[in-house]
């Protein structure tokens, strides 16, 4: 009898502890349904349509880079918005065209933030569902009022955009201020040797790349030739700072260790990190574990050094477990120029590599080169691995992140995409206003039409070429991808079609106040 009832008994609280963890179970598995995926953005510099392996490279070799684009869906018609850096991340941050702000351009590194505070943006939009927020590489998008004293603390910048975390370089590589900056702060600033910024005139006493050409391990090419940093001549002049400033060749591993810093950290809850890598915009200076890997002189070497880091972030993820609850996004900001200024033997050492793939043009371009780069999304388990030819940009992305975040946005020229950036749907944007240094394209179904610019057609510094031509050019991209055949005077409907919609475009958002648009 007793010994029947303990059964009973044990039987029954059994059941309830199945009980209490199957519905608990059911409640956690519910709960993690309901939380938003991480999200990494992965955003390259100057990484041009054929530069990876999943994109038709042979010379060179991206395995990692190939492991999201064969794993995830490999966009063929991914595009950044323009052919330079500034408007490119300025576009991609904020979801509004870089051509409705008349100062998005390249910047210097002493440009005050481009970005109003009270703008929307990616981080900010995914802060409100409630991510954990931080961007670790190139900002290029200016940095506090104008009058920056960089010994101080350096606001408004990325933590007054919606960024929790931040640890940046100012501009570019090549420009100073050469220095990390962490939270709106310089990383081993030292009051005893304050920093001082100027893109006017050098500091009394300072070498620079044109005066001082013994000092350089890196020599420039045309431009780069004022203060010398570690060898290598800058954009810009600087003083002071000695502690503080980069050594090129760590700056790989600074930022990796920093983005999986911030993984490990935030690994519990949703996070969105923005890793912004160097690579290969110059000066190109891999770690020498980097150094001849590739026989194509550092500007190879750089991208091997950048396809390694992000095999080791994605081995971060998988270590903690949170691989499969995270979606990569992985594209570049334009596309690819091979001399950019310094002699690092990219020209000598290219062989049959073309870092456009089949594009024509390059980094600052009208031509597809200019913009159409690589473009991945990869999501572990969720993503079925794809090729999509549908035209999607980097503009989309606010607006369709944050409808994966459960969040609406309004008002912006970001449109949500997110079926298509999952891959449930191949219909992409019908039309895109593309930009090259203030001049304007546009891209509709097959076709993509330039307009009349004045202005040499090759840049002949950088050997591309721009786009310029006194007659309007149209091509259709999907027959002639690499823009041979000028089919405007043979198809005059397709003409007259094509430039309607570019003029109501521009005409409709001339009408729309320009810039930044506030937040109520
Ligand atoms: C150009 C620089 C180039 C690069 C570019 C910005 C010269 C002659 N050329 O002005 O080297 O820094 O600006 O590149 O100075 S971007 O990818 O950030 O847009
Ligand atoms: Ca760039």
Not at 463 to 474: A, F, H, R, T, V
Request: charged share 25%; with cysteine; aromatic share 8%.
């Amino acid at each position: 009898m007793i010994k029947n009832k303990t059964k009973q008994r044990i039987g029954l609280s059994l059941s309830l502890v199945m009980l209490i963890l199957a519905t608990g179970w059911q409640f956690s598995s519910r709960e993690k349904k309901a939380s938003p995926p991480n999200i990494i953005l992965i955003n390259l510099d100057d990484l041009g349509y054929g530069d990876v392996g999943a994109y038709g490279a042979t010379a060179l070799k991206t395995p990692n880079m190939d492991r999201l684009a064969n794993g995830g869906i490999r966009f063929t018609n991914g595009y950044a918005t323009s052919s330079t850096c500034t408007p490119s991340r300025f576009a991609l941050v904020t979801g509004v065209y870089p051509w409705r702000n008349k100062d998005a351009k390249i910047l210097p590194g002493t440009a005050p933030l481009l970005i109003d505070t009270k703008q929307e943006t990616i981080p900010r939009v995914l802060k409100k569902a409630g991510y954990a927020t931080g961007v670790v590489g190139k900002w290029h998008m200016g940095l506090g009022d104008g009058n920056t004293d960089w010994n101080k603390e350096i606001k408004p910048g990325p933590n007054e955009l919606g960024f929790d975390y931040s640890y940046i370089m100012a501009a570019t590589q090549d420009r100073v201020p050469t220095v990390y900056i962490e939270n709106n702060s310089v990383v081993g600033r030292d009051p005893n040797d304050p920093i001082q910024v100027s893109y006017d005139k050098n500091f009394e006493g300072e070498p620079t790349g044109k005066e001082n050409p013994e000092l350089l391990k890196m020599k420039w090419h045309h431009g780069h030739d004022q203060s010398i940093v570690n060898g290598i001549s800058r954009i810009g002049y600087m003083k002071g700072g000695k502690k503080a400033k980069w050594i090129d060749e760590e700056m790989s591993d600074v930022f990796l260790t920093k983005a999986q810093r911030f993984i490990s950290d935030h690994k519990s809850k949703p996070f969105f990190l923005y890793y912004a890598l160097q690579q290969p915009h110059v000066p190109r200076t891999p770690n020498p574990r980097f150094v001849g890997t590739t026989g194509m002189g550092p500007r190879g070497d750089a991208i091997a050094e950048a396809d390694w880091s992000i095999g080791e972030l994605i081995k971060s993820l998988e270590k903690e477990s949170i691989l499969e609850n995270t979606l990569i996004i992985f594209t570049s900001d334009n596309g690819p120029v091979v001399n950019d200024g310094y002699h690092d033997e990219a020209v000598e050492k290219l062989g049959k590599h073309t870092p456009a793939g089949p594009l024509r043009g390059g980094k600052y371009s009208l031509f597809e080169a200019g913009f159409r780069v690589p473009f991945v999304t990869y999501w572990k388990g969720t993503i079925k691995p794809a090729v999509s030819d549908a035209v999607v940009c980097q503009l989309d992305l606010l607006s369709s992140l944050a409808h994966l975040a459960g969040q609406e946005v309004k008002g912006l020229d970001s449109q949500n995409y997110l079926d298509v950036f999952l891959g449930k749907s191949k219909k992409g944007r019908n039309e895109l206003i593309l930009e090259a240094s203030s001049r304007t394209a546009l891209r509709q179904g097959d076709w993509v039409l330039i307009p009349p610019y004045n202005g040499p057609a090759v840049n002949k510094a950088v050997n591309i070429e721009l786009g310029n031509s006194k007659e309007y050019q149209l091509y259709n991209v999907k027959t002639d991808i690499g823009q041979r055949t000028n089919l405007a005077q043979s198809q005059p409907e397709k003409l007259k079609q094509l430039t309607a919609t570019y003029d109501q475009l521009l005409k409709g958002y001339s009408k729309a106040e320009t810039g930044t648009i506030k937040l109520e």
